[in-house]
């Protein structure tokens, strides 16, 4: 019925989502001010004003540029408190968090720094939010394969808190194979491995993640749809694809969202999900996601429960805690 008390929205898990990219612009200012950093914007409107984006180059300039407001412990434990509360509010149930520590050891603030900040949300989020959590370390690919390198080495003290690896960043011309070497370090280490791969990128660089890198999941993958052999391969493995569906607009991957090939991909027998990605910057959180999809596409109640179930399927979840969700 469409009348009655506006219904929770599903429970779900996200899993490709940027901490760097859930900074609001009320905290961005907040966090200059505390911390005397002077951004090029007089105010938190005319920062909106530059969410217009033509590609994932251009968002990522702004993205990288706003980073300089965060620079303490207290900065990333109030930035990932902050989308916490949001994702509670969004049925977010258990949350895989990516972050860049490239985009700020480039800064001079620790990578120690930023994974205790994290950490210290994250361990009050189960009590205060009902949120389970990990944390997914991400390489910048348009940072050297060394970098990489560093980067791990610089985290080994915190391998306990950490679950996974991920490639993000400028995709085009920088291929998984580039970054073979670390994630068999991180694999040999016990972690789990994604990357993004065929967002902006072509299909070849999807087939790399798997047979190079050996990845669990695929982040984005839209483009896969172009090569009809990945799609069956996928479909086989059942590879998880995170799908950013609000993200592939602003980013100009989709030309609107009625475009998403998001039900082509479930027809394909594909284990897709839907997250949000840098939600600050796109216009919306998880669940907006999911509304979003359903109005765009016309998906049922029972493709949202797929959708939501797939979350979960798709979670590096020990066994008991995922049927407790499915
Ligand atoms: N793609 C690649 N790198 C990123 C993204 C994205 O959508 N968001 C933050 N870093
Ligand atoms: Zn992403």
């Given at each position: 019925p469409s009348t009655g008390a506006p219904r929770p929205p599903l429970p779900k898990a996200e899993l490709h989502l940027h901490i760097e990219g859930t900074l609001e612009p009320e905290l961005a200012f907040a966090l200059a001010e505390r911390n005397g950093v002077k951004l090029p914007y007089a105010t938190q409107d005319e920062l909106r004003r530059a969410?217009?984006?033509?590609?994932l180059q251009s968002f990522l300039n702004l993205y990288y540029a706003l980073m300089a407001v965060l620079r303490t412990e207290d900065d990333f434990a109030d930035l990932a408190d902050a989308y916490l509360a949001r994702a509670e509010a969004q049925g977010v149930r258990h949350a895989e968090i990516f972050f860049d520590p490239q985009a700020h050891t480039a800064r001079g603030v620790p990578i120690g720094t930023v994974i205790r900040g994290l950490a210290r949300a994250l361990d009050g989020a189960q009590e205060t939010y009902g949120i389970s959590t990990r944390l997914i370390m991400c390489f910048?690919?348009?940072?050297?394969a060394d970098s990489a390198l560093e980067t791990f080495e610089a985290a080994r003290p915190y391998l306990d808190r950490i679950t996974a690896v991920g490639l993000d960043s400028?995709?085009?011309?920088?291929?998984?194979?580039?970054f073979k070497e670390v994630y068999a370090l991180a694999r040999e280490a016990g972690l789990k491995c994604v990357a993004h791969a065929?967002?902006?990128?072509?299909p070849a660089y999807v087939w790399e993640a798997l047979d190079?890198?050996?990845?669990d999941r695929i982040d984005?993958?839209?483009?896969?749809?172009?090569?009809e052999r990945l799609v069956a391969r996928l479909a086989a493995d059942q590879v998880p694809l995170t799908l950013c569906p609000l993200s592939n607009v602003r980013l100009r991957v989709i030309d609107d969202l009625a475009a998403h090939p998001l039900p082509a991909m479930l027809d394909a027998g594909l284990l897709v999900t839907v997250n949000s990605d840098d939600p600050a910057y796109f216009g919306g959180y998880a669940d907006d996601n999911f509304t979003a999809v359903r109005d765009a596409l016309g998906l049922g109640e029972e493709t949202l429960r797929t959708l939501a179930r797939n979350s979960f399927r798709a979670a590096f979840l020990d066994e008991a805690t995922r049927a407790k969700y499915l």
């Open positions: 969410y217009s984006f033509a590609d910048l690919r348009d940072e050297s400028a995709e085009v011309g920088h291929p998984p194979s580039k065929g967002e902006e990128g072509p190079v890198l050996g990845v984005h993958g839209v483009r896969s749809m172009e090569d």
